[in-house]
């Protein structure tokens, strides 16, 4: 039901550390057994190798490329990319530059998120490098089904990395499987574990690995597929039909078709839900943030919806009220009560530009406190980002209980008292931070990751006044 409205592909990654244990073949020729065994099915194929197998192998002649891999990984739909391959599978071309994306690859779940978004359907298949770097992660944690090929004890050995990242990252590792391959039949041992796939099996077990029943034989005839006169690789279904591989690879692929059909919610499906319930939470929060938020600038009085611009956001140290402030109000208001340059002087002008550059630059905090005969003093501090003092001073507040003005300071008085009163009349025993904001987007402050950052300072601000 849901895959018909917005779709959601069902992931199967192909991943081993160790090179030559058969994930390209797998990759490859899975990719062609689900699509025959359900024709309808939308099976993709990409790959993070070099190799250029998968485009030696799907490529139709006389098709016009719209970019690789690469493109994906930097953001390009998937859909714009997938071409029609042989056999009816999509593809998308491999590409040679992968590992200059490394430095900068946007985090373990950003493929999980692209494929959320890719508008591809039905099943995708990712061939991997033989490591574990970004993308192989990436498409690790993508992935609803994931096939560790293992061929001898090395590569077994090498298994307790993948599982290891899934440790790390709490994720359940039940998605991995092991799949012995590259069987040979022939040998035998003497004792309980009579042959290779046994033996590995047992191991694999052992170590609390998952191991499929199914696994993949070495035939010389499937070996021989990729070493052909005209270039090509040849497909185990058209080419090793009478193979006992060919059985193997069936199985396997009904094994994989009935995982899809087991899993109405694949992966992608589940972060693309969890990105969206995280989204509309912080939205939530930013609008709950905005709606207390008085429509008046509370030193003028005056609707900040006008003209002048609204240049800084303050915040009590409780949480309980917060606002915009017209720059130009607030910088007088700091010109005038902390800094008591007088109005008209000749030196005011220049005064005031600086005054508006520092505090462009700083958080201000004003903390009032009772005195012992009832008054109030000030204490004012201008601080960086990181929450270091950079100026402090005390100021009394003459009068403030008893509403007295002396005119300077009325502007002061109005935004305590607007924003840190508390019921008795008196100012709440709290603190008032200033900051900053972009006079173009000042309600960005509101936002994350912003207004986390803030949260963040005013946990710095309130552990620097008790001290
Ligand atoms: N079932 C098989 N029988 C015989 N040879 C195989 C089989 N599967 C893969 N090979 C061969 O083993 C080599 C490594 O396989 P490949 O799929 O490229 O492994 P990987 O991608 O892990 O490096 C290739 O030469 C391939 O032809
Ligand atoms: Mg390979
Ligand atoms: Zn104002």
Request: proline content about 4%; charged content about 20%; hydrophobic content about 35%.
């Amino acid at each position: 039901m849901m895959r018909a409205m917005h779709t959601f592909p069902f992931i199967l990654t192909i991943s081993s550390e160790k090179g030559g244990v058969g994930k390209t073949t797998l990759a490859t020729n899975l990719a062609i057994y689900l699509k025959a065994m359900q024709p309808e099915l939308m099976v993709t194929i990409l790959s993070f190798d070099n190799h250029f197998t998968v485009d030696k192998m799907f490529e139709l002649k006389g098709q016009q490329q719209h970019g690789t891999v690469q493109e994906l990984l930097n953001g390009v739909p998937a859909t714009e990319l997938v071409l029609q391959g042989q056999y009816g599978v999509q593809y998308i071309p491999s590409s040679n530059h992968l590992t200059e994306l490394y430095q900068e690859f946007k985090g373990p779940m950003a493929l999980c998120r692209m494929m959320a978004e890719s508008g591809l359907s039905g099943i995708v298949v990712i061939d991997t490098r033989p490591d574990l770097n970004i993308l192989t992660q990436n498409a690790l944690y993508a992935a609803d089904r994931v096939l560790i090929p293992v061929k001898d004890m090395p590569s077994l050995e090498n298994c307790k990395h993948i599982f290891a990242l899934f440790d790390q990252r709490g994720i359940d590792k039940k998605s991995l499987s092991l799949i012995p391959c590259l069987i040979d039949n022939r040998i035998k041992y003497d004792g309980i574990f009579k042959d290779q796939r046994t033996l590995l099996k047992a191991f694999a077990i052992n170590r609390g690995y998952r191991c499929l029943e199914t696994y993949i034989s070495k035939s010389p005839k499937v070996e021989s597929l990729n070493t052909n006169p005209d270039g090509k690789i040849y497909p185990i279904l058209g080419h090793a039909r009478d193979t006992e591989v060919h059985g193997q690879f069936s199985e396997l692929a009904q094994d994989i078709l009935t995982s899809y059909h087991a899993t109405p919610e694949p992966r992608a499906y589940l972060y693309h839900r969890w990105l969206k319930e995280q989204e509309s939470q912080k939205k939530e929060a930013f609008l709950a943030r905005l709606e207390g938020i008085p429509a008046h600038c509370v030193i003028c009085g005056a609707s900040l919806d006008g003209p002048t611009a609204k240049g800084f956001f303050y915040e009590s140290g409780d949480r309980t009220s917060r606002g915009f402030l017209h720059s130009d109000c607030f910088v007088t208001l700091l010109c005038n009560t902390l800094y008591h340059l007088p109005v008209n002087s000749e030196v005011h002008a220049l005064s005031l530009q600086m005054i508006r550059e520092s505090a462009r630059k700083s958080v201000a905090v004003f903390l009032p406190s009772a005195d012992d005969d009832g008054g109030y003093r000030l204490r004012f501090m201008q601080l960086d980002q990181h929450g270091s003092a950079l100026l402090e001073r005390t100021v009394s507040l003459t009068g403030f209980s008893e509403g007295l003005f002396d005119g300077v300071r009325d502007q002061l008085y109005l935004l305590l008292n607007e924003s840190l009163a508390g019921y008795d009349g008196g100012l709440r025993n709290s603190w008032l931070a200033v900051h900053p904001v972009d006079e173009e987007h000042p309600q960005q402050v509101l936002q994350e990751p912003r207004y986390r950052q803030l949260q963040e300072l005013h946990r710095r601000i309130g552990t620097l006044l008790d001290a």
